[in-house]
C-alpha cells in the first residue's frame, strides 16, 4: 500500500520543478532525497536495468540473482528496497515473485535533473 | 584536478547507455551510483537547485547558507561532495568561492534515467 501511495503522489505533480526553474523547497527536498537514495547503490542500478531491458519490463527474481552474482536473499532485500521507493512494482506468480518497472518513478527524477535544451 | 577529468569521463561517454536498453555491467554501475549518492541527501539538492536556478547557473557560496539554515562549513561540505562528483565547479573571486552547475554530470544521470516517449 506504501508503494501504491507513493506511485500515486507522483502522478499526482506533487514533485518536483526542474531544479533550473527555481530553488527546491525542503519538504519536497525530502522526498526527492529518498527516492534518489534507492539509487545509489550499484546493485539495485544493476537490478533495475535489467528489469528495465527485459520484455516488458518485467523479471523473475529467479533470473535476477545469477547475473549480480548475489544470494536471492540479498537480491530480495534491494528488490525491497528499489520497490518501496516507487521503482518496481511486486506480483507473485506461483511460487515467484515477479518485478515490473513503474516509469513514473524514473520520470519523477529525470524532470528534475532536466536541463533546458542547449542552442 | 579529478573534478576535471571525471567531467572529461563523461562528456567522452564513458558511461552509460540508457537502462531500458542493455542491463548495466558492474564497473558503470559503479561510477553512476556513486555520482547518484552525491544527490541522494536533501541538502546537496536544495543546494544544486539554488545554484541551478541562480543566474548564469552560478552563485556564491556566501549566498547559500542562508536558503538552506545551515553554518557556512556544513554547506561548504556538501558543495565539496557536489564537486567532486562533478555536479559544481568551483572558482575563487576575492574573498569568496563560486559553484557553477556543469550541465554534462545532471546529462549523465538523465541519460541513463531516460525511457522511450510512451505512444
Same mark, same amino acid.
Given at each position: 500500500?506504501?508503494?501504491?501511495?507513493? *506511485?500515486?503522489?507522483?502522478?499526482?505533480?506533487?514533485? $518536483?520543478?526542474?531544479?533550473?526553474? !527555481? &530553488?527546491? #523547497?525542503? %519538504?519536497?527536498?525530502?522526498?526527492?532525497?529518498?527516492?534518489?537514495?534507492?539509487?545509489?547503490?550499484?546493485?539495485?542500478?544493476?537490478?533495475?536495468?535489467? *528489469?528495465?531491458?527485459?520484455?516488458?519490463?518485467?523479471? $523473475?527474481?529467479?533470473?535476477?540473482? !545469477? &547475473?549480480? #552474482?548475489? %544470494?536471492?536473499?540479498?537480491?530480495?532485500?534491494?528488490?525491497?528496497?528499489?520497490?518501496?521507493?516507487?521503482?518496481?512494482?511486486?506480483?507473485?506468480?506461483?511460487?515467484?515473485?515477479?518485478?515490473?518497472?513503474?516509469?513514473?518513478?524514473?520520470?519523477?527524477?529525470?524532470?528534475?535533473?532536466?536541463?533546458?535544451?542547449?542552442?
Amino acid at each position: 500500500m506504501v508503494t501504491m501511495l507513493e *506511485v500515486t503522489d507522483i502522478s499526482a505533480g506533487v514533485c $518536483c520543478a526542474p531544479l533550473v526553474r !527555481e &530553488p527546491l #523547497g525542503a %519538504s519536497d527536498a525530502e522526498i526527492l532525497a529518498h527516492k534518489i537514495k534507492a539509487l545509489s547503490d550499484p546493485t539495485r542500478l544493476r537490478l533495475l536495468s535489467i *528489469v528495465a531491458a527485459s520484455e516488458d519490463q518485467e523479471a $523473475c527474481v529467479c533470473d535476477l540473482t !545469477e &547475473p549480480v #552474482g548475489l %544470494s536471492q536473499p540479498t537480491v530480495s532485500h534491494h528488490l525491497k528496497i528499489l520497490t518501496e521507493a516507487g521503482y518496481l512494482t511486486r506480483t507473485r506468480r506461483g511460487s515467484w515473485a515477479y518485478f515490473r518497472l513503474q516509469p513514473e518513478a524514473l520520470e519523477l527524477i529525470t524532470q528534475f535533473l532536466s536541463l533546458p535544451a542547449r542552442t
